[in-house]
């Protein structure tokens, strides 16, 4: 006994040869599992020169995953998968989260990585890869690392067009992700997940796709070796060039009317409150740019609005523009190019989109917490403390005063509807506001920017995750389960559209109940796609032809009007259905109590519909029963 546990120990037997070894000495399969899972060393503790591995593929990728610190692998389940299967029944520390659905996966590895900042792996099956690409879509949009792997079928037989056969299952998936690869020999599985690995977490970040076909991982006696992933850490510290950091902080302190745009590389560089400081320094606006997160608190009187499907306050007057790790604005983004006379400077980690199609006068390929420490350092070596406040004082007082009128607008016309039933949106986000926890964690799927609005997020307060800059239905809830995973002393909430939730996250219910995750789902009941239909309706010939010969074909989803609580107790989700203020503040309670029991809990929470075509039921009466 001691001398297989020395060999294993100095790892001359692989997992598998020392659990046989133990049971020849007489040992349960049971008992020698509980041996193996008490001695063996966690995959971080691996030296850099790895150790030899022999076993079957599925084992090879489950130590592969287990020396990159893998804790979860979202799974949704295929015979491809069997090796796999077989390795995580001795290997418990590598948590195995089961999906219904591909697309389901995605999200919730998804929110993982956005909630973690660890890479998210997913095991799929091949033959649900297409069922994968909207979701897919969205983890590209927002950069995440991502590691998906499937199965595929056996080699031998490929190109005959059989069962769940298809040619070009790579190029699939090129689109949406950095890298993609098909192992064709086993024992090359631990390099090639390893460097999946790499290009997803090196920034900018994204999925990457590995395919292993049945009989790759299926394989039963692979020699490889396996290594430490952080042996392969590319750890990226890009400095920005000093003259380039000289000229920006002098164009800044002579402008008189200088903007600032934060987006999502801010939030994932930790460099928000560096940022906060340089905006402080010069009181200079600052404008939220396409981006998943919430890169700059929305309370903070610097913050000019979104400059993404929408318009910031005081763009036009703008005559210095520094844009820090966002995608630049753009009409393609639903919203106004900075103004041609302004000066333009760009500060990306993604370089390669920088000047694609605005022109710019200083360019920046740099990290962006390195570009914000030193533009602060460079404006307080160039400018006396005095100066800075002549500088500011004037634009600090524009500010707040545009600050507290835009405040002011939302709150008129929130007051229409304050106390009506069904409520208002920015009611409902308003008494969440006040019931969050001060560290809560907020995932958003909604068609308004009544969360962000209403509720305070930003450093030393809640944390915003979403919407998905991918902006395909069907991400909230998958997303918000990921998080809770990985934050899970943390509270996690879900707002959802009616819509949204319909457009196939339903399984992922399934999910969260099986695993305890005790995540509260909050549906902004509509009975319609009420964004959608303001969209529609603005860009209808017949609406500006006619209002009242206008209908609404598509986005009504009353008839049948669903009770997403009845749906979530059908998973054995408990849950409350809500049109009125006082009725939410109960549902919380409710929801806090059950989750503190370790339970999620949904509240389908009726919101009125707003905008154009807003009153109308009407849709297209088609039955085919009566037909």
Not at 205 to 215: D, E, I, M
Not at 355 to 376: F, H, Q, R, S
Not at 415 to 440: I, K, N, Q, V
């Amino acid at each position: 006994m001691k001398a297989l546990v020395k060999k294993f120990l100095d790892r001359e037997l692989s997992r598998r040869e020392f659990t046989l070894g133990i049971a020849a000495l007489g040992f349960s399969s049971s008992a020698a599992e509980s041996v193996v899972v008490a001695i063996a060393p966690p995959g971080g503790e691996l030296s850099r020169s790895g150790a030899s591995f022999s076993g079957t593929g599925g084992e090879a990728l489950a130590e592969t995953l287990l020396a990159a610190g893998g804790e979860y692998v979202f799974d949704t389940n295929s015979t491809g998968q069997t090796s796999f299967y077989d390795a995580l029944m001795s290997r418990p520390q590598l948590k195995m989260i089961v999906v219904l659905q591909e697309g389901q996966a995605v999200s919730m590895a998804h929110g993982y990585e956005l909630a973690s900042g660890k890479p998210g792996f997913l095991m799929l099956p091949s033959i649900g890869m297409p069922n994968s690409m909207s979701n897919l879509y969205n983890a590209w949009k927002d950069r995440s690392a991502l590691v998906v792997i499937s199965d595929g079928s056996d080699t031998a037989l490929a190109g005959r067009d059989g069962f769940q056969q298809a040619d070009g299952w790579l190029a699939m998936t090129a689109p949406f992700t950095k890298w993609q690869w098909a192992v064709d020999h086993p024992e090359r599985i631990p390099e090639m997940v390893r460097r999946g690995i790499k290009l997803a977490s090196t920034p900018a970040g994204g999925p990457v796709y590995v395919r292993l076909p049945k009989n790759i991982i299926g394989s039963a006696d692979v020699e490889a070796t396996i290594y430490p992933q952080n042996a392969f850490t590319v750890d990226v510290q890009m400095e920005p060039k000093p003259e380039l950091i000289e000229r920006t902080a002098q164009y800044l302190i002579a402008a008189k009317h200088p903007m600032l745009n934060v987006g999502a590389e801010v939030t994932r560089a930790g460099a928000v409150e560096a940022v906060v400081e340089l905006a402080e320094l010069l009181s200079i606006p600052v404008t939220q740019g396409y981006s998943v997160y919430g890169d700059f608190p929305y309370r903070h009187p610097l913050f000019s609005g979104f400059y993404s499907m929408g318009y910031p306050r005081g763009l036009l007057k703008t005559d210095v523009f520094l844009n820090l790790g966002s995608p630049m604005p753009d009409p393609a983004i639903v919203t106004a190019a900075v103004p041609e006379a302004a000066t333009i400077i760009n500060a990306r980690v993604e370089y390669d989109r920088i000047a694609n199609v605005t022109p710019v006068d200083i360019a920046i390929a740099a990290g962006i917490a390195e570009t914000a420490n030193a533009l602060v350092d460079a404006v307080r070596s160039m400018t006396t403390k005095s100066r800075r406040k002549k500088l500011s004082a004037e634009r600090l007082m524009a500010a707040e005063k545009g600050a507290a009128a835009a405040a002011e607008r939302r709150r008129r016309r929130a007051a229409r509807g304050w106390d009506a039933a069904p409520m208002y949106a920015e009611r409902l986000c308003y008494e969440l506001d006040r019931w969050l926890e001060p560290d809560a964690a907020v995932v958003v799927e909604t068609g308004d920017r009544s969360p962000q609005n209403w509720i305070d997020f930003g450093p030393g307060s809640r944390t915003l995750i979403g919407p998905t800059t991918g902006f395909a239905l069907g991400w909230g809830v998958g997303a918000a389960l990921g998080a809770k995973i990985a934050l899970p002393e943390t509270e996690v909430v879900a707002l959802v559209g009616d819509g949204a939730l319909l457009f196939g996250q339903l399984e992922s219910l399934w999910t969260a109940s099986r695993y305890d995750i005790p995540v509260v789902v909050i549906v902004f009941n509509n009975h319609s796609y009420d964004s959608e239909r303001g969209r529609i309706h603005f860009g209808s010939r017949v609406a500006r032809g006619d209002k009242n010969a206008w209908k609404d074909m598509s986005c009504y989803l009353g008839n049948p009007d669903v009770n997403f609580v009845s749906i979530a107790q059908g998973f054995d989700i408990d849950g409350a259905v809500v049109s009125r203020p006082e009725e939410f503040q109960s549902a919380l309670a409710r929801a806090r109590a059950v989750n503190r029991e370790g339970r999620p809990f949904v509240i389908d929470a009726s919101i009125a519909r707003r905008g154009p075509g807003a009153d109308s039921i009407w849709h297209p009466e088609i039955s085919i029963a009566r037909t």
